[in-house]
């Protein structure tokens, strides 16, 4: 089995229809795998997608083995009201997905500034929520409160150009590209820069170089 990842192609989608094909339980918490489904599962620094399915709650999803990110989806739930061969209504809350899209979007786009900063040495682990991006940057050089306010200015700047967001697959690695930057991604994100709005940019050093920025939207 193999889901059908529909929110790589549909990421604006809020509704779908799918079939059950497998019930099962993990280590006491049970949940269903779908033919096809637009959750997207806890995945590459992204929290997953909240909804329902036949107006029964999704408590989270995940994949049936999280170093696989080509693994099935499950969608850890109450399966009593469900039986395997079941078509079913799934239902994605869409205000938490389109947020964690302009997140996403925000933190590919303050990387690709500081990634041509010279003191700039790697990018660490990525956590995006609905209500923030938090990402560790290793850094030569610790980044000052006003060195961070033009990183602030310049991803604005860049997200008020409107620039056309898209993701391609190349060999089976899908990239997020916007205009000359280009990353690998699995996660979602909005289709034009525009849709991002104005972010905010706060700072933590966490010792050793690293240096912890996190993003916020101006109008949440």
Same mark, same amino acid.
């Given at each position: 089995?193999?889901?059908?990842?529909?929110?790589? !192609?549909y990421p604006? *989608?809020?509704? =779908?229809t799918?079939?059950?094909?497998?019930i099962?339980?993990?280590l006491?918490? #049970? %949940?269903?795998?779908?033919d096809?489904t637009l959750?997207?599962?806890?995945?590459?620094?992204?929290v997953?997608?909240s909804?329902?399915?036949?107006?029964?709650?999704?408590?989270?999803?995940?994949?049936?083995?999280?170093?696989?990110?080509?693994?099935?989806?499950?969608?850890?739930?109450?399966?009593?009201?469900?039986?395997?061969?079941q078509?079913?209504?799934?239902?994605?809350?869409?205000t938490?997905?389109?947020?964690?899209?302009?997140?996403?979007?925000?933190?590919?786009?303050?990387?690709?500034?500081? !990634?041509?900063?010279? *003191?700039y040495? =790697?990018?660490g682990?990525?956590?995006?929520?609905?209500?923030?991006?938090s990402? #560790? %940057?290793?850094?030569?050089e610790?980044?000052?409160?006003?060195s961070?306010?033009?990183?602030?200015?310049?991803?604005?700047?860049?997200?008020?150009?409107s620039?056309p967001?898209?993701?391609?697959?190349?060999k089976?690695?899908?990239?997020?590209?916007c205009?000359?930057?280009?990353?690998?991604?699995?996660?979602?994100?909005?289709g034009?820069t525009?849709?991002?709005?104005?972010?905010?940019?706060s700072?933590?050093?966490?010792?050793?170089?690293?240096?912890?920025?996190?993003?916020?939207?101006?109008?949440?």
């Amino acid at each position: 089995m193999k889901t059908k990842r529909l929110f790589e !192609s549909y990421p604006y *989608s809020d509704k =779908f229809t799918a079939k059950i094909v497998y019930i099962g339980d993990d280590l006491g918490e #049970d %949940y269903i795998i779908l033919d096809k489904t637009l959750f997207y599962p806890n995945l590459g620094g992204q929290v997953s997608d909240s909804g329902s399915i036949n107006n029964v709650i999704v408590n989270h999803v995940g994949l049936d083995d999280d170093n696989n990110s080509f693994s099935d989806i499950r969608h850890y739930m109450d399966v009593s009201y469900f039986q395997v061969g079941q078509s079913v209504l799934g239902c994605i809350d869409t205000t938490k997905r389109l947020s964690i899209m302009r997140l996403h979007s925000a933190r590919h786009i303050v990387e690709s500034i500081l !990634s041509q900063w010279k *003191s700039y040495i =790697f990018t660490g682990s990525s956590l995006v929520s609905d209500k923030k991006a938090s990402t #560790d %940057y290793l850094m030569w050089e610790d980044i000052s409160s006003e060195s961070l306010r033009v990183i602030e200015l310049q991803a604005n700047n860049f997200i008020h150009q409107s620039i056309p967001i898209s993701a391609q697959t190349e060999k089976s690695v899908r990239y997020w590209v916007c205009g000359t930057a280009k990353t690998k991604c699995c996660g979602t994100h909005v289709g034009n820069t525009a849709e991002i709005s104005t972010i905010k940019l706060s700072i933590k050093n966490k010792g050793k170089g690293i240096n912890r920025i996190e993003i916020r939207l101006l109008d949440e």
